[in-house]
């Protein structure tokens, strides 16, 4: 069974990351997004096991030492992480795994899996992240505005990333990470390892 990719998903809050996901995932069916364990408060909306598994600080911790995290970060003064088993089980089975996590995460997992795909994903201008930010709803003004200025760090994080696509039109975005991905999937050093009749014609003799 050929091992699936696995796809870091970074960008500043606001970017429009988590809708883009979201359209990929209904779009491909061979993607799967992996839900991580987070301390932070549930923002209305969102759902125990679809958005995020909300947890204690103390259950976090004990996930930390037990080490089931792949990677784990504190962003805004909450703790996230991406459990072990669950990548690992759906990239054995053959699933390509997206992750969105942020840039702290995403160095862990490009320094343990050289193989992991990243792509930032970036607003037209700064104008229309504050625009988004606002519009959403779901952050006070002092949330906002923590953002806004974290914004600008982390755009300077996307040089690390193999792919950049700015999110400008929706449908556009949603079409560059589509074909990132299915051009990922197409790389000989991919294919190699699921396609054994490729892998015989390729090997010497
Ligand atoms: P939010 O609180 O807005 O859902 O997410 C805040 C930031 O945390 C975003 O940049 C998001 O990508 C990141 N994040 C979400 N889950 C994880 C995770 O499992 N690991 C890391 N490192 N970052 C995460």
Known sequence: MNKGLLILISAPS????????SEIIDRDDQLIKSV???????????????DYF???????????SNSDFIEHAAVFGNFYGT?????????????????EIDWQGAQQLQSVMPDAISI??????KQELENRLRKRGKDSEETISIRLSQAS???????????????DSFETATNQLL???????????HQIKS???????????
Do not use: C
């Open 195 to 205: 396609n054994e009749t490729l892998a015989s014609l390729l090997s010497p003799k």
């Open 14 to 21: 606001g970017a429009g990351k988590t809708s883009l996901v």
């Open 83 to 99: 459990s072990k088993n669950y990548v690992e089980e759906n990239l054995d089975s053959g699933l390509d795994v997206v992750l």
């Open 36 to 50: 991580s364990h987070t301390t932070r408060a549930k923002r209305p909306g969102e759902e125990e096991k679809i």
């Open 54 to 64: 909300f947890t204690t600080e103390k259950e976090f911790n004990r996930m930390v």
């Open 179 to 189: 074909t990132i991905i299915n051009a990922e999937r197409l790389k000989t050093s």
């Open 153 to 167: 760090s982390d755009m300077k994080k996307a040089i690390n990333y193999n792919y950049v696509v700015i999110n």
């Open 120 to 125: 930032f994903i970036a607003p037209p201008t």
